[in-house]
């Protein structure tokens, strides 16, 4: 394997560890999409990793901004930056939102009751309050709900899934910063090229 291969081949085992590692530094990366007025950012959670069709999963609401966003304009693009490595990664892919499906069901069975429970807001996330408030049922609101209980979020959980197409790499060093590109298709990599950093 060549040098640009290797890291190549790195990143996603980071990628897939993140997704099942809490507290890892490529856990939370920022989800940008293109709304009408420009871009949108948000920190969200990798849930799941495909390494053999090179996808990244996360879920999120429905009815929230970032949905419309992605139906609208289907590209997304994730930032990654692990602050002990200095390493910073995007990735570019086609963005598709699913409501039902094997990956969908998945992702709700994998995650943890904490992580659902927000999908019971009764509110539209994102509309205006009349003041500060959880948008969660009065009965959830203080404590996690059981799988029963959350079952009625189940209508505002969906999936994202992000099939990767341009990943870009860059890792900082005192001996001499780093850049490189990939370019994927057909779940495989096509081209890998250095950059000047
Ligand atoms: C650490 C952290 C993790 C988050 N994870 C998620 C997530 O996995 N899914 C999600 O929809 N929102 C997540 N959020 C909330 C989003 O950042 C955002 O506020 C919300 O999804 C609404 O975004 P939108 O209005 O642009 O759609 C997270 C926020 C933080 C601070």
């Known amino acids: 394997m060549t040098e640009l291969q290797i890291i190549f081949q790195q990143c996603w085992d980071r990628l897939s560890q993140a997704s099942q590692t ?3 530094a490529w856990r939370t990366p920022v989800l940008a999409t293109t709304g009408d007025r420009g871009p ?3 920190t969200v959670v990798l849930r799941m990793v495909d390494l053999r069709a090179m996808q990244l999963w996360l879920h999120t609401d429905v009815r929230s901004a970032k949905v419309q966003q992605l139906i609208a304009h289907p590209i997304a693009s994730l930032l990654f930056y692990d602050s002990v490595t200095e390493t910073q990664l ?3 892919g086609q963005a598709v939102i699913q409501t039902t499906g094997p990956q969908w069901q998945q992702l709700w069975n994998n995650s943890p009751e904490t ?3 927000m ?3 009764p509110q539209v996330p994102g509309s205006p309050a009349a003041a500060a408030t959880s948008n969660l049922p009065d009965s ?3 404590r996690i709900p059981s799988r029963e209980e959350l079952a009625d979020g189940l209508r505002n959980f ?3 899934r992000i099939q990767a197409e341009q990943i870009e790499w860059l890792q900082l060093s005192r001996g001499g910063h ?4 990939f370019d994927i298709a057909g779940e495989q990599l096509q081209h890998a090229a250095w950059l000047e950093p």
């Open 22 to 24: 809490p507290g890892a």
């Open 90 to 92: 995007q990735v570019r």
């Open 115 to 117: 992580s659902l429970r």
């Open 178 to 181: 780093r850049r490189a590109a």
């Open 158 to 160: 969906a999936a994202v």
């Open 40 to 42: 949108r950012q948000r």
């Open 140 to 142: 959830v609101a203080s």
């Open 119 to 121: 999908y019971l807001a």
